[in-house]
Structure formats: C-alpha cells, structure tokens
C-alpha cells in the first residue's frame, strides 16, 4: 500500500518548514525512513551528553518551536523570573527558550536560541530540567540526572488524543508519543477528568502534578478582580485603535482548531472553512448584552506556524479583529467577555471566567469521522451546541448567566476541575524543590 507523505517535517530553512515535497512512499518506508533520521539526530545528542550538565539550566519550548513566549511554559517562566529578581544573580536560573523565530519578544532574563538541530541538541543535553507543552522530537535523548515536565496545551478537552483517536492515531504519531511520554518525569492536570485520559490519550503513566494550568491563571485573577480585567481590556482597546470606553466596546474571541493532523504517512494541517456569519454573531450579541461589540478572530498555533490560514476574506475591522499574531491568545482573551469555538479545549479554559461560552459545530459529524469520537455528549455540556447559524443566533438570544454558572459549577465539581490561579506558582513550588533535591 502506499501513501503520500509531506516532507515538511524535516525541510526548513531559518527554523521554518518549506513548501512540502510530496512523494509517494509505504507506511513501512515512512517509518523506516523516518526512525532512520531520528537515529542519525540523535548521535548529535549523543555527543553532548559527554559534557557536564549545567545545574541551573532549565530549557522551555513551545509547540515545537513554532511559537513563541506563550501557553503554560510561558507563566511558568514568568513566576521564576518574578522569583529570581529578588535573589542573588549568582542563584538564578539560567532560562533557555528554543523557538523557530528568534525575532519573536521575550522578556531581557530569558536567552531565546533558534530551535536548530544543533541547539536542540546541545542545550537540551546539559540542561537539568526540560519543560515542554508538546512532545519533543524523535530524535530527543534524555540523560539520567535530568528532569522533564510536561505541561501539555490542554487539559478538560473535547478532541480525543492518542490511543483514543481509534484508527486515525497514525502508528508514527504513535512512535513520537510513546517516545516522549518516556522521558516525562512530571505531568501537569488540573482535574481528576484529566488524570483518567492520560493512560490512553497520552501514553502516560508517570507522576502527576495536580496544580492546574498555568495559562489559567490569567483567567482566575480577571474573573476575581474587575479592576485587573478592566485594565487588560483597556490594554487591548489600545492596541486595537479604538476608544477607550471599557464600558461600550465588548469582545468576544472566536478561536476555531485546525483539521488534519497526522494519518498515516501524511501530515496535513488546515484551517476549517466553517465560519459563522459574522454580521449575524455581532448583531446577536448585541441585541442580547447591549454595548458594541467586537469579533476576535484566533486561529489555532499549528495552523498559525504553517501559514495554513488566509483572513483576507473574513476580517473587517467594523466587525472582527485577526489577532492570531500575537503570541499568547490568554492575555487577551483575559479582557473578553464571549468566547466561540467549534472543539478547541480553550472553551473550558475561557470558562473558568464565567463568560458566555458557545460551540459551532457545523462539520460535527465529518469532523469525528476525520479526528475520531469525541470525548463528550456535546449537548450536554453547559455551552450552548449549535450546528447552523440559526440555532447560534437563537443560543446567543436565549442565553441565561444564573443557569449557566450553575451548569458550569456542576461541571467542575463533577470533572474535579482545579484552578486556582496560583498554578504557575506551585510549579515553580515544584521546580525549586527538584532543582535542589535531584542531584545530577
């Protein structure tokens, strides 16, 4: 049998993928082939792991270097630097950030290294702590003496991962979990939900750290302090060229996933044509909550890294916004008080504010075939399930906040949902505490 295999996975150029070059190739070719590469890397790992490992090295990475300072590693980062500044410099951490994109901003205490091969190898191999919100490459070898984190980039979720994809979980997307999920000494939950889909959506059996998601902490403080979530909404009128009446302008985030994904011996990441109408999605709003309100458009990182998305014909700045430049989607949907999505895992991120969250799901049936059975009944969830425009503009009319948070609290007590809002504070309990006890 054969398939037809992208190589964009292994052509770059500065850090980024090229156009894929399409060949024909069997599932067996590809993963001999594919082995073959990670084995050759890996002896670059191999050569570095003769050097001493640096006891103050901890090294971060995003979604495989494709984006920048944001997700969980980046609150994560952002306490230890709150921490270190108030000790002595010859204490600190010495933090590494790989990324594909050097031009990217990130804070003066961080050293940003292009997330070559080379760098890859040799910082990886004398750091002594690794935190990662996705799976590190074939070619990764860990050292004893070392420590991994995993924070992963979702946690409550709608989409199945790993064994849980059924037969869409490509036997080479398979290599690449088991792999990673080896070398994890430590993974993040933030609900009991969550620990019990760990064992066959992400091959993971090891020590569970349950301090919530970092990234969510932004969200707990806007939700308990009005003041904080004023001012980061005045932060975004700003940047945005529109007036500051925090009480007249309102916004609400659409954040769709990608499709596609790993099958087999291709990888194809898209973007889903099945957008809202807009006009109506503004006008619903607004009807219903009063006040102007704005569309945020958020496409997903992955689609983002692989330039898969084109805007041109859906952003008007009367209407929607594209922000799927910036770096972390958090700070901001921090000032929102909407969220849209189809079946991206941010929805029950977004919920820990209490603000109306919806789903349109227009392709629901076409995308289970593609990505497997999801992981919830969608109709029962307290977020409004709408598959056409018409039961979206009647869910947004309808809608009832007392219900609503009282749905959502029966949620999290049901899922043991935790998120405090000090969750980047008590990893960084956690990385204080092994950075000191794990000898190397």
């Known amino acids: 049998m054969e398939f037809e295999y992208d ?49 103050a090295r901890i090294v971060f990475t995003c979604i495989e270097g494709r984006t920048g300072f944001s997700c969980n590693p980046k609150y994560i980062a952002l306490e230890l630097i709150r921490r270190e500044s108030m000790i002595d410099s010859a204490d600190r ?3 590494i950030w790989l990324v594909n994109d050097t031009s990217k901003r990130f804070p003066s205490e961080i050293i940003v290294k292009r997330n070559s091969l080379f760098n890859r190898a040799y910082y990886l191999s004398t750091a002594h702590l690794w935190i990662d919100n996705s799976r590190k490459q074939l070619e990764v070898r860990k050292r004893r003496g070392q420590i991994y984190i995993q924070t992963w980039h979702a946690k409550l979720g709608f989409k199945p991962t790993g064994l849980d994809r059924g037969n869409s979980f490509s036997k080479m997307a ?27 959506g992400s091959l993971y059996s090891g020590k569970i750290l349950h301090t919530g998601s970092p990234r969510c902490d932004i969200l707990v403080h806007a939700f308990s302090d009005e003041q904080y ?40 990441i898209t973007e889903s044509d099945h957008y809202p109408d807009f006009v109506r999605l503004k006008s619903a709003f607004e009807n219903r909550f009063g006040g102007k309100w704005i569309i945020l458009l ?16 859906k952003v008007n700045e009367d209407i929607c916004y594209d922000i799927s430049d910036a770096d972390d ?13 189809d079946y991206s895992s941010a929805a029950f991120d977004a919920s820990v504010m209490k603000i109306p969250v919806l789903l349109y799901c227009d392709d629901y049936k076409d995308y289970e075939c593609e990505r497997g059975q999801l992981l919830w009944d969608m109709r029962t969830l307290p977020f409004p399930f709408c598959t056409n425009n018409d039961e979206l503009d009647k869910a947004i009319r309808c809608f009832e906040q007392t219900d609503y948070s009282l749905r959502l609290d029966r949620l999290f007590s049901e899922t043991g949902m935790i998120e405090s809002g000090r969750s980047a504070a008590q990893v960084a309990d956690h990385i204080d505490t092994l950075m000191k006890s794990e000898g190397i």
């Open 7 to 55: 190589f964009f996975d292994y052509i770059e150029h500065k850090g980024k993928p090229v156009k894929p070059v399409n060949i024909m190739i069997s599932e067996r070719a590809y993963l001999f082939f594919r082995n073959a590469i990670a084995y050759i890397q890996s002896l670059l790992f191999r050569f570095f792991s003769l050097f001493p490992i640096n006891s």
């Open 93 to 95: 951490y010495q933090l």
């Open 174 to 200: 398979y290599l690449i979990s088991k792999h990673d999920s080896d070398m994890v000494d430590y993974w993040l939950s933030n609900s009991d939900w969550y620990d019990a889909t760990l064992k066959t």
């Open 229 to 268: 979530r004023r001012s980061i909404k005045l932060r975004l009128l700003e940047s945005l060229g529109l007036p500051a009446e925090v009480d007249v302008h309102h916004f609400i985030m659409y954040a769709p996933t990608f499709r596609g994904g790993s099958q087999a011996t291709r990888r194809m």
């Open 298 to 313: 958020r496409s997903h990182p992955q689609v983002i890294a692989l330039n898969a998305s084109d805007h041109s014909n």
């Open 329 to 341: 989607m958090y700070e901001i949907l921090a000032g929102c008080e909407a969220f849209l999505t």
